[in-house]
């Protein structure tokens, strides 16, 4: 078992993951950020399980095993409910449920295959918990 952390944020692109890697840098921890915009070390669509596969053996060839993952992915939606698309409702689900569930699987399993401990924590926006007409889909 390693004790040297390993820092992964995933969706550190911008906005709260950006802030997170920002609070791990600051104090000197190596982080490696996933994400699809924004500054990231590594592309990763977390709707795409190739690619999440892809980032993570890029991440442990360069860190090792991720045992501190901080899972921020996620996109905002506005417009009423009754104007939205499948494909928007799909989209924001894939992203921002989805994906960080095949994260959290891949972390795990690269975890127990190394018997390394760790430690998973998915966050969401302040909109989780407003009430807002305007974001039918994103009031999930």
């Known amino acids: 078992m390693s004790a040297a952390r390993s820092v992964l ?14 609070s791990y840098r ?13 500054a990231y070390d590594l592309n990763c669509d977390v ?5 999440i596969e892809a980032a993570l053996t890029e ?4 860190i090792g095993v991720p045992n501190e993952v901080t899972i ?10 009754l ?10 689900l894939a992203i921002n449920t989805r994906g960080p569930l095949l994260v959290m699987c891949a972390v795990a399993r690269a975890l127990l295959a190394n018997k390394e401990p760790g430690s998973i924590v998915v966050t969401s926006s302040v909109s989780a918990r407003l009430v807002d007409r ?7």
């Open 9 to 22: 944020v995933v969706g550190g692109g911008s906005g709260i993951g950006a802030a997170v890697a920002a």
């Open 59 to 62: 991440t442990v060839e360069r």
């Open 134 to 140: 305007a974001m039918g889909t994103y009031e999930l």
């Open 83 to 92: 104007d939205e698309t499948v494909e928007g409702w799909d989209r924001v």
């Open 47 to 51: 709707r795409d399980e190739t690619a």
């Open 26 to 38: 600051d104090v000197g921890v190596r982080a490696i950020v996933w994400d699809v915009a924004g």
């Open 72 to 81: 921020t992915a996620g996109v905002g939606h506005g417009g009423l409910l």
